[in-house]
């Protein structure tokens, strides 16, 4: 059974931090990652795609992928209250369906003014 | 603007009684999915097409049905099988590819409880 394992928190951090979300996976042969960001009664909104080694960076989101430890990070720079959500990493198997994807439960974040 | 479309927003089952909640999308996206999420939890795979009148079940199909008539429409059945249905049903759909995986994109989700 393939993998995605993600703290459910709450990680807590103050206004102008940075936040540090982890995400780790149980397969070798994944291919592509995605932070996904829902807030409380709403559905999830894609934010970040990473499909090879190393930094993506799309403003204040940086993704990191490292497929030999088989982690994938979100680090979001300077922390906004209106940050405040749960975070998914999502992973695509390779060797199967490119169409589907496992979430992992999700990270809580809250940013304090 | 192109998007997908989920309704109703909140849905009342009585006991015994199969709903349909509807989903369609503009997108010209050939693949399409239904998630259910539980409070606390993460998304599960209900059932999935890559294309019109084909689909496949997810991981948790059983008490469920679906149809995929034209590209742009996926409703799912919940039917009186499903003794726990009570959930945030989200529909999901994208575009394929030779290679990498492709993001899902999400409509706004829909609310079931049961009477």
């Known amino acids: 059974q393939k993998e995605v394992e993600q703290n459910s928190g709450p990680l807590s951090v103050p206004e102008g931090a940075i936040a540090s979300l982890n995400c780790t996976y149980s397969?070798?042969?994944?291919?592509?990652f995605f932070w996904y960001r829902q807030y409380s009664g709403k559905s999830p909104e894609l934010i970040m795609s990473?499909?090879?080694?190393g930094d993506k960076e799309d403003g204040r989101f940086t993704a990191q992928l490292n497929k030999a430890s088989q982690y994938v990070s979100l680090l979001i720079r300077d922390s906004q209250p209106s940050d405040s959500a749960t975070y998914l990493c999502a992973v695509n198997w390779s060797g199967g369906s490119n169409y589907k994807l496992t979430f992992g439960k999700g990270t809580l974040l809250t940013v304090n003014p | 603007d192109g998007g997908i479309t989920q309704s109703p927003k909140y849905l009342f089952r009585k006991e015994g009684q199969n709903v349909t909640l509807s989903c369609e999308q503009n997108l010209n996206h050939d693949a399409m999915y239904w998630y259910r999420q539980d409070p606390g939890q993460g998304l599960r795979l209900i059932y999935y097409s890559q294309i019109v009148n084909d689909f496949q079940k997810g991981d948790i199909a059983e008490g469920y049905s679906v149809s995929r008539e034209k590209k742009e429409s996926f409703p799912l059945t919940v039917t009186s099988a499903q003794k726990n249905p009570t959930a945030f049903y989200l529909c999901a759909s994208s575009t394929p590819s030779k290679g990498e995986g492709q993001p899902q994109h999400f409509g706004d989700g829909t609310r079931l409880s049961i009477l």
């Open positions: 397969d070798r042969v994944s291919q592509s």
């Open positions: 990473i499909y090879s080694n």
